[in-house]
């Protein structure tokens, strides 16, 4: 079974990949269209995606990605990211003009990089930096990116802990095509809805969704289909299995609207 995600090796979409799909093939993609394309080709079985970071919040070309697709959630996976600063071997903190990663990695890092009056320099993905610096051999230029990801470029590692907040962490998200299932364990559900444009209409969907004992564990609005219309998608726990689901959704909360189901899985950290 191959095992799509967003990246190179060494990336840290790479890593979860691999902890969450141990030894089944994993197939890198330049850019998140490229690699939900090929997911939704059927190119790979399963995508494996990052959707929120502890320190910069939702990853939003993921977010936006999920409904209306003919995809769930299967699993979710948690990864420590603890950036290094990486660069040519001989460089120092000093001869260091630039910076490069993905964007996400440098939002994570953008204190501790405008401390050194560093330029930041976006890439795609963290693991392709890596290999951009390497081939362009400038020592006044570096990356952030996982500690490992330096001795199979040849770079050494300059600084470790390169990060803003030492809780940094991102959640990522294993997908499969199809609607979604519940299973036994599943006792975390994913889902995006709408409510009515009037006073109050947020507030009375998250006061049904509690008194069906739903506990909210992330709220995110974003833009709907059309213009000035929102969409809330909302991770929340429940009781295992398709029962506790059905004490949550069924019948649909009649306050929300447009209500699909991203998917139900096993919550990894039990937050």
């Not at 090929?38 to 919040?57: D, K, Q, Y």
């Not at 697709?69 to 699993?75: G, M, T």
């Not at 930096?129 to 990116?145: I, K, Q, S």
Request: proline share 8%.
């Amino acid at each position: 079974m191959s095992i799509g995600y967003q990246g190179e090796p060494h990336s840290y979409s790479h890593q979860a990949a691999g902890e969450l799909f141990a030894g089944e093939e994993r197939v890198g993609f330049p850019s998140f269209p490229a690699a939900f394309a090929a997911f939704a080709a059927g190119e790979v079985a399963r995508l494996v995606v990052p959707i929120e970071n502890s320190t910069t919040g939702s990853i939003l070309p993921v977010l936006d990605r999920l409904a209306g697709n003919d995809l769930h959630i299967v699993a979710e996976h948690f990864v420590e990211v603890q950036h290094a600063l990486l660069a040519l071997p001989g460089a120092t903190l000093e001869t260091i003009r630039t910076v490069h990663s993905h964007p996400e990695a440098l939002s994570q890092a953008q204190a501790r990089i405008a401390a050194h009056g560093w330029d930041a320099m976006p890439e795609h993905d963290t693991a392709g930096a890596v290999r951009l610096v390497a081939e362009r051999a400038n020592p006044a230029e570096a990356v952030l990116a996982r500690p490992s990801a330096a001795a199979a470029h040849g770079l050494v590692v300059l600084a470790e802990n390169m990060v803003d907040r030492d809780h940094n962490t991102t959640r990522f998200v294993a997908l499969e095509p199809g609607p979604p299932t519940v299973p036994d364990d599943g006792d975390k559900t994913s889902v995006v809805f709408e409510t009515l444009h009037q006073p109050g209409a947020l507030a009375l969907a998250l006061t049904e969704l509690g008194l069906r004992h739903a506990n909210l564990t992330r709220i995110e609005s974003r833009p709907a289909h059309s213009a000035w219309s929102y969409r809330f998608f909302v991770d929340l726990r429940h009781e295992p299995g398709r029962g506790g689901y059905r004490r949550i959704f069924e019948p649909p909360p009649a306050t929300l609207s447009n209500l699909i189901h991203l998917g139900t899985y096993p919550a990894a950290n039990g937050d």
